[in-house]
T-cell receptor
């Protein structure tokens, strides 16, 4: 069965520094991977996805993610963090042969001024 | 930019009561979903719906749950007899016709509190 793991419950980073939010996956077929962000009292906002092609995927708000097949990782990155990036970030994978998304447990990002 | 909307934003109900959560998906989307997130836990899939029928459902989606697209715009989730453990944030999502590669867009959620 497909799964994703987010090993860090919380990541703290200083404003202006690069940030990384980690995600590893386990799939039996082609990985369809997604990142979403959840601000307080808001829904899940789509950031980016990897389906095929270039391993570096660029998304909304300056975020990008690197698909690494050998390490089965799909880490979310941003070169320079903003305080407004503070939120809950979810990695997700589409379950094989279905439309169902399987979400990770989420990582709370705190960007300190 | 089109978005998924949900009403109400917060619903409080007594155990055993029926609730209906409403969603308006993005207008040209054809696949619809419900997910839930119990406080502090991960987002879990409940059901997907296409062409006026359920495509797949999780083990959470038992006989107490039902979904309906009563008209061309709304998509509803009904819980027939709510339990305390149904308290959660319920998210509606929709996606278009690109198949498995398409992105699901989520609404802001309805927080359901069962007392």
């Amino acid at each position: 069965a497909q799964s994703v793991a987010q090993p860090e419950d919380q990541v703290n980073v200083a404003e202006g520094n690069p940030l990384t939010v980690k995600c590893t996956y386990s799939v039996s077929g082609n990985p369809y991977l997604f990142w979403y962000v959840q601000y307080p009292n808001r829904g899940l906002q789509f950031l980016l996805k990897y389906i095929t092609g270039d391993n570096l995927v660029k998304g909304s708000y300056g975020f990008e993610a690197e698909f690494n097949k050998s390490q089965t990782s799909f880490h979310l990155k941003k070169p320079s963090a903003l305080v407004s990036d503070s939120a809950l970030y979810f990695c997700a994978v589409r379950d094989e042969g279905t439309y169902k998304y399987i979400f990770g447990t989420g990582t709370r990002l705190k960007v300190l001024a | 930019e089109p978005e998924v909307t949900q009403t109400p934003s917060h619903q409080v109900t007594q155990m055993g009561q029926e609730v209906i959560l409403r969603c308006v998906p993005i207008s040209n989307h054809l696949y619809f979903y419900w997910y839930r997130q119990i406080l502090g836990q991960k987002v879990e899939f409940l059901v997907s719906f296409y062409n006026n029928e359920i495509s797949e459902k999780s083990e959470i989606f038992d006989d107490q749950f039902s979904v309906e697209r009563p008209d061309g715009s709304n998509f509803t989730l009904k819980i027939r007899s709510t339990k305390l453990e149904d308290s959660a944030m319920y998210f509606c999502a929709s996606s278009g016709l690109a198949g498995y590669t398409d992105t699901q867009y989520f609404g802001p959620g309805t927080r359901l509190t069962v007392l």
